[in-house]
């Protein structure tokens, strides 16, 4: 009798104790909360000048010079292909194009990211306004912008996709802004 009592007292302490679960994380790295609202400067694709005009939405961030090598059009595809896997959320979801010279972007990389905004900032600005890491440049990474204009998340080189989609799924349910 005694132990049908106990039983589920002693299951507890041993599923509290010993089978400590992983817990939930994200697959992008979360950054030190910052304003990011005054990068920007001219417009290249759209009218838009600064990440401030941006407030309201999410953004997704892809630094990378004018001539775009093959991990640049990889992250601009992933980012393009994760907006719309997001379905009726995805227009909570901006993608924009940080470009930190003053070169012109393949209008055939253009017209194959309809929709997307590209913005010519200052090298230097993006470099004190985006935390690269130790064993990579900003431009390697995809970042995401809360609606609130702060830096909020980084994803990897050479990010899963299907990765990034859960974390910006998680982030458009928890959050009741954008």
């Known amino acids: 009798m005694f132990l049908v009592l106990a039983s ?41 000048r600064t990440l401030g005009e941006l407030r309201g939405r999410w953004v997704m961030l892809v ?38 010279d003053a070169g012109t972007p393949d209008p055939g990389l253009l017209a194959e990211h309809e929709g997307l905004l590209v913005i010519r900032a200052p090298a230097q600005a993006i470099a004190t306004s985006l935390p690269a890491t130790e064993t990579t440049s900003v431009s390697d990474h995809i970042w995401l912008i809360d609606p609130l204009g702060h830096l909020m998340m980084r994803f990897p080189r ?9 974390d910006l799924a998680k982030v458009l349910r928890a959050s009741g802004i954008g």
């Open 8 to 48: 589920p007292i002693a299951a507890s302490y041993y599923t509290y104790y010993v089978l400590r679960p992983d817990g939930r994380t994200n697959y992008g790295t979360l950054v030190e909360q910052r304003p990011v609202d005054a990068l920007g400067g001219a417009p290249v694709v759209g009218d838009v």
């Open 63 to 100: 630094v990378a010079p004018s001539d775009c090598d093959d991990g640049c059009r990889r992250r601009l595809y992933h980012v393009r292909q994760v907006r719309l896997t997001a379905g009726k959320e995805r227009d909570r979801v901006l993608r924009v194009w940080l470009l930190p």
């Open 158 to 166: 050479d990010a899963d996709p299907s990765r990034i989609k859960k």
